[in-house]
């Protein structure tokens, strides 16, 4: 439905979209289809949501794809993910090039399968002068891990005396974030009904807003993303202030 994209304030956007793409499983469950199934389904939303966030006007797109803890799966379930994300990287190059998108990674790559990682990095080349739009996935990901790592590289320059305990304050800590450059998400969006972060951006997420929808991820369609956009442009954003202040 157009008018719904057409009711969404261009003025009021988020800047930046995070997105728990969940429920692949139970939608494959749910038709009687083994797992992977509806996984290759959730790609099809990828690709719908993707789209649908450059044509709107939204700079960032953070979609959660494989979380550390998701390493715990079974091995096919794992290796078929895996498969699955090559195949898309090979695929949808013409899609990202088309929507002047380029397409980033936040996560403990150095995790993932070395073909995998060659995909990756091929195509993050590829699409790195995209302007429109910056599509982070977060792959091997998580939230504790992101803090560690920075907290890694900080204490590795006090060390080295080339930076002082004094001089980490907020503004400097996010730098060694893996979202370094970054506006925090506005909006992070959670499907298939569990109202959870499964330890998404801990630290970038204080003050996002959150929306749920009961929607499988598979199931989930720009009219969908519209709609949790329209909601978000709801909400009064008051970051411990009174309304009155604000
Ligand atoms: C999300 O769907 C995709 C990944 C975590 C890789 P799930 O695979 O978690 O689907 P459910 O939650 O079992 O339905
Ligand atoms: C979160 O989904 C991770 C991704 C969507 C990649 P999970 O399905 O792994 O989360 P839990 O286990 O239900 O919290
Ligand atoms: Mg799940």
């Not at 044509?55 to 960032?60: A, I, P, R, S």
């Not at 002082?164 to 974030?177: G, S, T």
């Not at 993303?225 to 009155?244: C, H, M, N, P, V």
């Amino acid at each position: 439905m157009a008018d719904l994209k057409n009711k969404i304030n261009k003025e009021k956007l988020p800047q930046h979209i995070a997105i728990i793409m969940d429920g692949n499983g139970r939608w494959a469950k749910k038709r009687g289809g083994i797992r992977i199934i509806g996984h290759r389904a959730g790609a099809k939303s990828v690709k719908n949501v993707a789209e649908a966030s450059a044509e709107l006007g939204v700079k960032y797109l953070t979609l959660y794809a494989f979380s550390t803890e998701n390493w715990n799966r079974p091995k096919d379930e794992v290796s078929n993910l895996m498969e699955l994300l090559i195949e898309n990287l090979q695929k949808e190059i013409k899609t990202l090039l088309n929507n002047d998108i380029s397409l980033n990674v936040i996560g403990d790559t150095s995790m993932l399968p070395d073909k995998v990682q060659k995909n990756l990095n091929k195509t993050i080349d590829e699409t790195k002068h995209g302007k429109r739009m910056c599509l982070s996935l977060a792959l091997s990901y998580s939230g504790r891990w992101d803090i560690i790592q920075a907290c890694q590289t900080i204490a590795m320059k006090v060390k080295q005396k080339e930076l002082n305990p004094e001089d980490i304050d907020q503004n400097m800590f996010v730098q060694y974030l893996s979202t370094m450059g970054m506006p925090d998400p506005e909006l992070l969006i959670r499907t298939s009904g569990e109202k959870r972060i499964s330890n998404y951006m801990i630290y970038q997420m204080a003050y996002t807003e959150l929306y749920f929808t009961k929607t499988l991820w598979p199931d989930f369609s720009k009219n969908h993303l519209y709609k949790a956009i329209l909601d978000f442009q709801t909400r009064e954003r008051r970051f411990g202030k009174t309304s009155e202040q604000l």
